[in-house]
C-alpha cells in the first residue's frame, strides 16, 4: 500500500510561484507513474500533471509552460514547481499514484489578484 503525503501549499500572490512536495511510501515508488491533480470549490477534480516512471512529462493545456512535475527516487518524492500564478489556480492539489489509485490528503494553494 502506498501513503503520500502533500507539501508547500500556501497563500501567494497572482505572478507568485510555489513548489509542491509528494512524499510517498513504498519500495517500488521509482517504477510508478504519479500525478497531480486540482481540485477548486463547487467544480470537479482535474488532472494538472504527471509523470511516469521514466520521467515522461504530461501537462494540462492550462497549466503549460506555467508548471513542472519532476520526480527524485532517491528520496521517494515528486514536485510540482508551479510559476506565473493566476487565481483560477486556486485549489486544493492532491498528489496521486493511479496504479493503487491512492490519493494524498491535499495541501491548498490559493492566488490573490
Known amino acids: 500500500q502506498v501513503q503520500l503525503m502533500e507539501s508547500g501549499g500556501g497563500l501567494v500572490q497572482a505572478g507568485g510561484s510555489l513548489r509542491l512536495s509528494c512524499a510517498a511510501s513504498?519500495?517500488?515508488?521509482?517504477?510508478?507513474?504519479m500525478g497531480w491533480y486540482r481540485q477548486a470549490p463547487g467544480k470537479q477534480r482535474e488532472r494538472v500533471a504527471d509523470i511516469t516512471g521514466s520521467s515522461i512529462t504530461n501537462y494540462a493545456d492550462s497549466v503549460k509552460g506555467r508548471f513542472s512535475i519532476s520526480r527524485d527516487n532517491a528520496k521517494n518524492t515528486i514536485h510540482l514547481q508551479m510559476n506565473s500564478l493566476k487565481p483560477e489556480d486556486t485549489a486544493v492539489y492532491y498528489c496521486?499514484?493511479?496504479?493503487?489509485?491512492?490519493w494524498g490528503k491535499g495541501t491548498q494553494v490559493t492566488v490573490s489578484s
Open positions: 496521486n499514484v493511479p496504479y493503487y489509485n491512492a
Open positions: 513504498g519500495s517500488i515508488f521509482r517504477l510508478l507513474a
